[in-house]
């Protein structure tokens, strides 16, 4: 059987329509290439800003250490002890809101002399109680340390120096280490003869708040001393950002 010589007008129609959309969709990508962004570059930099304070204020810890055979005895003789000095310092101008009960604790204290195979007896016991004292006023640090001492504290744990303002302080030195970021990538951009876009991204990497100052002064005897010699000196906070610019 001989097939037709020309196609159905069915499926000529088909074949048009058909070559029809592939020109059209083959004119339309030239425009749709042109309409996508071309991707951009970047630049990231990381800057860090510090600023240098004077403390203003003071913490300081004070312990008072008893030993003895008996716990209850124990307890009582610390317990009159460290009240002496509460009571010292809230007649020295300390606000009672500036006193506050740090590291109590009672703990047996054991005899080694024995065989170290055998378990060691309990020879008597060790009280602990502690005050911190936030010093408001710089001035009177010197005269507090000495005071804690001569009213019955055998222990100055630790002496920090803090500065009142200090989230104020912090966020003038996050403002630097945005400015300090941004002045570098500006060098940089000039240099590749390029210019900064919007920012896409910026990262706090972290903070640097003052540490504190240990001073320990176990058993140390200062009656009738002169006040203890304290200098203040300076304080620095620091904030470190990365950012990252597109380039234009």
Do not use: C
């Not at 008996?70 to 020295?92: C, G, M, R, Y």
């Not at 606000?95 to 065989?115: C, N, V, W």
């Not at 001569?150 to 120096?161: C, K, M």
């Not at 001393?225 to 620091?238: H, L, Q, R």
């Amino acid at each position: 059987m001989t097939a037709p010589l020309f196609a159905p007008v069915s499926l000529l129609r088909k074949a048009v329509l058909a070559a029809g959309l592939s020109a059209a969709l083959l004119s339309a990508a030239p425009a749709f290439a042109e309409d996508t962004p071309a991707p951009t570059g970047t630049i990231t930099m990381q800057g860090r800003g510090e600023v240098s304070v004077a403390p203003d204020m003071a913490v300081i810890t004070a312990s008072v250490l008893t030993t003895g055979k008996s716990t209850p005895d124990v307890l009582a003789e610390n317990s009159a002890a460290i009240a002496k000095v509460i009571e010292a310092l809230k007649a020295n101008g300390i606000e009672a809101k500036d006193i506050q009960t740090q590291g109590f604790g009672i703990f047996p204290r054991y005899d080694h002399s024995k065989d170290s195979s055998s378990q060691p007896d309990i020879a008597g016991y060790e009280v602990r109680n502690g005050v911190e004292v936030k010093i408001r006023d710089l001035a009177k640090l010197g005269s507090v340390l000495t005071l804690v001492v001569e009213s019955g504290a055998n222990s100055v744990d630790s002496t920090r120096f803090e500065v009142s303002n200090a989230d104020e302080v912090l966020d003038e030195a996050r403002k630097k280490a945005v400015e300090a970021a941004l002045h570098k990538a500006e060098i940089f951009a000039a240099a590749a003869g390029v210019e900064l876009g919007a920012i896409a991204d910026i990262t706090e990497d972290g903070i640097e708040m003052p540490r504190p100052y240990m001073m320990r002064a176990e058993g140390m005897i200062m009656s009738k001393s002169a006040d203890v010699p304290i200098e203040a000196g300076e304080e620095t906070i620091s904030a470190s950002v990365t950012i990252r610019w597109t380039l234009k």
